[in-house]
Nanobody, 121 residues
Framework: QVQLVESGGGLVQAGGSLRLSCAASGRTFSDYNIGWFRQSPGKERETVAAISWNGADKYAASSVEGRFTISRDNAKNTVSLQMNSLKPEDTGVYYC??????????????WGQGTQVTVSS
């Protein structure tokens, strides 16, 4: 299984932007649908965005649609999440993982360390 490593989080003021990166180590992950998920304090883990294996199809949760953009570069084995107009409710730990395209849920219950995003008001 290809390991996925998240990076790019940080502390930002409301209205600011961050760009998260998900890098694959080991074999290429260009055959896989990939998603970004977040765990916010006191809430269950939720799907934020997802992208199909070739980048042709994208999904964004209604709470982030129009603000977050997912993209991938299979040549570099990376999936990115550009987050604009950040809100305090976007605060949480962000993870990338393989995704079930039909349900937009994670395919494997195995998680990396994630990257912390904190949005101050």
């Amino acid at each position: 299984q290809v390991q996925l490593v998240e990076s790019g989080g940080g502390l930002v003021q409301a209205g600011g932007s961050l760009r998260l990166s998900c890098a694959a180590s080991g074999r290429t992950f260009s055959d896989y649908n990939i998603g970004w998920f977040r765990q916010s304090p006191g809430k269950e883990r939720e799907t934020v965005a997802a992208i199909s294996w070739n980048g042709a199809d994208k999904y964004a949760a209604s709470s982030v649609e129009g603000r977050f953009t997912i993209s991938r570069d299979n040549a570099k084995n990376t999936v990115s999440l550009q987050m604009n107009s950040l809100k305090p409710e976007d605060t949480g730990v962000y993870y990338c993982n393989y995704v079930h395209w039909s349900t937009k849920t994670w395919l494997h219950d195995s998680w990396g360390q994630g990257t912390q995003v904190t949005v101050s008001s």
